[in-house]
Nanobody
Framework: QVQLVESGGGLVQPGGSLRLSCAAS????????IGWFRQAPGKEREAVLC????????KYVDSVKGRFTISRDNAKSTAYLQMNNVKPAGTAVYYC???????????????????WGQGTQVTVSS
């Protein structure tokens, strides 16, 4: 069955870095886009970054420009979210999702993604 498992979250100080991983199984990973989303306390889940199967990156949140990057290693069926110079506003549960089965491209709405990971908590605090 399709599975996505996030890891790498934790407590980080403002200005620090974290790398989140999204390990996928049960489908042809390199054929589909992978999106990273986040949900802060009391807020709706929002799309952050997405990477297509051809490594085209789409950014959905201006505040992460120059600080967050997304990548994928198809040989490992894993996507990554590198978070640098993190800010307290980045405190959230971070989720990855695959565009399977609705399509192969990136999208920014929850309903465009069927399969999600369980999420990993990122807390930015001193």
């Amino acid at each position: 069955q399709v599975q996505l498992v996030e890891s790498g979250g934790g407590l980080v100080q403002p200005g620090g870095s974290l790398r989140l991983s999204c390990a996928a199984s049960g489908f042809v990973f390199d054929y589909y886009a992978i999106g990273w989303f986040r949900q802060a306390p009391g807020k709706e889940r929002e799309a952050v970054l997405c990477i297509s199967r051809s490594d085209v990156i789409t950014k959905y949140v201006d505040s992460v420009k120059g600080r967050f990057t997304i990548s994928r290693d198809n040989a490992k069926s894993t996507a990554y979210l590198q978070m640098n110079n993190v800010k307290p506003a980045g405190t959230a549960v971070y989720y990855c999702a695959t565009s399977l089965p609705y399509g192969v491209g990136c999208a920014d709405a929850d309903f465009d993604y069927k399969y999600w990971g369980q999420g990993t908590q990122v807390t930015v605090s001193s």
